[in-house]
Structure formats: structure tokens, C-alpha cells
């Protein structure tokens, strides 16, 4: 198995720019997250489905973040417009069962300039 | 407000020897703790987890403890080796919402 995809692996923007960070889960897995990690806050749960359904959105920072997944292999994470504050690493992670060991993708490194 | 933390930003050990790792929670409604290691540009990777009904849970040279009555929870490898020089994050589930807390992460740096 290829294990957590994830697209782009960097993305420099300026601010004001709409941005969309891509994740393909682990087949056969049940649950999908979202992570935003930063040196101050860690590893941050933004948002999580299970079986493509928005279970807790409670981790979105604002309105400017939107989630998506529209089938069992595909997933988005999009800010609009983005800020330089939203710098950091996103992370997507999928689960068979939201009960076990999650599985992380390598991660997107964004940069808002 | 950090429910889970690992307040060692950083730690050094001597290979082969022990290298310890802590954790410390808050709330009393976790259920379930992991321990993930995460190098440089890749995502974490899981190494270890315990239920809150055991107290340890040993897998080769990694041991996780947990005192719930001090809500405290601690990582032993023994004996460290130089790939083990990685960022460590402690997390806990809340068995109530099923949501997964993360740590800030302690980099450990094993030194050959």
C-alpha cells in the first residue's frame, strides 16, 4: 500500500490567494483527519470525517478554512484567502476505525507570504 | 489551553543508554494513550499506545507507563540507539468524543 498521499508537498502563496491542500487516504480506511502543526500549538485536529461525513469541525481556526471529501479516496482542506499566519505543516491522517492508530501522510508545508 | 503536554521541548541521551519521555494530561475523560515519532519532512508514525486500564505496555525496547492518578504518562527506550533521534508526540483520546490530543512533541537526540 502507498500509505497516506498527500499534494503538494510545499506551496508558497501570497496572502490573499486561495489555497488547496489535497489527501488521498489509505483504502479501506473509515476515518480521515485533518492536522495543522506549528512550534507553538503542536499538532492541531482541524477537522474529521468518517465515511465521508464531517464528524467535528470544532478545529477549523475560521471561516476561511473549508473541508471537504466527496468520495472514500479523496479529500481537500482549502483556505480562502489565505494568511501569512496560516503558515505551517498540514497533515492528513486516515484510520480503520476511528478507534486505532492513525496513519499520517508526509505532510504539506505552506508558506503565506 | 494545552490538554496534553510534554513540557521537554528537547532531550539529549549517550547511546544505549535510557532515554525517558513524559507527558502529562488533563483531562480525566481520556481513555486511550499513543506515542508517535515523527522525522524530519515525513508525517508521524505510530510506535506505541496503552488503554487506560493498564498501567504498562512494553514493545521491544519501548515501555509506555501511566499513572492516571498523577494523569501522567512516560516513554522508556532502552537502550537508545542514534535512529531513535526523531520528535516524539504524546496523544491522548477523549473516550467521550473520540477526538485525538496532541502534545507539542519532545526532540530526542541520541548521541552515538
Known amino acids: 500500500d502507498a500509505g497516506v498521499i498527500q499534494s503538494p508537498r510545499h506551496e508558497v502563496t501570497e496572502m490573499g490567494q486561495e489555497v488547496t491542500l489535497r489527501c488521498k487516504p489509505i483504502s479501506g480506511h473509515d476515518y480521515l483527519f485533518w492536522y495543522r502543526q506549528t512550534m507553538m500549538r503542536g499538532l492541531e485536529l482541524l477537522i474529521y470525517?468518517?465515511?465521508?461525513?464531517?464528524?467535528?469541525d470544532s478545529g477549523m481556526p475560521e471561516d476561511r478554512f473549508s473541508a471537504k471529501m466527496p468520495n472514500a479516496s479523496f479529500s481537500t482542506l482549502k483556505i480562502q484567502p489565505s494568511e501569512p499566519r496560516d503558515s505551517a505543516v498540514y497533515f492528513c491522517?486516515?484510520?480503520?476505525?476511528?478507534?486505532?492508530?492513525?496513519?499520517f501522510g508526509p505532510g504539506t508545508r505552506l508558506t503565506v507570504l | 489551553d494545552q490538554q496534553v503536554k510534554q513540557n521537554s521541548p528537547s532531550l539529549s541521551v549517550q547511546e544505549g543508554r535510557i532515554s525517558i519521555l513524559n507527558c502529562d494530561y488533563t483531562n480525566s475523560m481520556f481513555d486511550y494513550f499513543l506515542w508517535y515519532k515523527k522525522y524530519p519532512a515525513e508525517g508521524p508514525t505510530f510506535l506505541i499506545s496503552?488503554?487506560?486500564?493498564?498501567d504498562k505496555n512494553e514493545d521491544g525496547r519501548f515501555t509506555v507507563f501511566l499513572n492516571k492518578s498523577a494523569k501522567h504518562l512516560s516513554l522508556h527506550i532502552v537502550p537508545s540507539q542514534p535512529g531513535d533521534s526523531a520528535v516524539y508526540f504524546c496523544a491522548a483520546r477523549d473516550g467521550g468524543t473520540y477526538k485525538y490530543i496532541f502534545g507539542t512533541g519532545t526532540r530526542l537526540k541520541v548521541l552515538a
Open positions: 470525517f468518517n465515511n465521508n461525513v464531517p464528524i467535528d
Open positions: 491522517a486516515s484510520s480503520s476505525g476511528g478507534v486505532n492508530e492513525q496513519f
Open positions: 496503552i488503554s487506560s486500564i493498564k
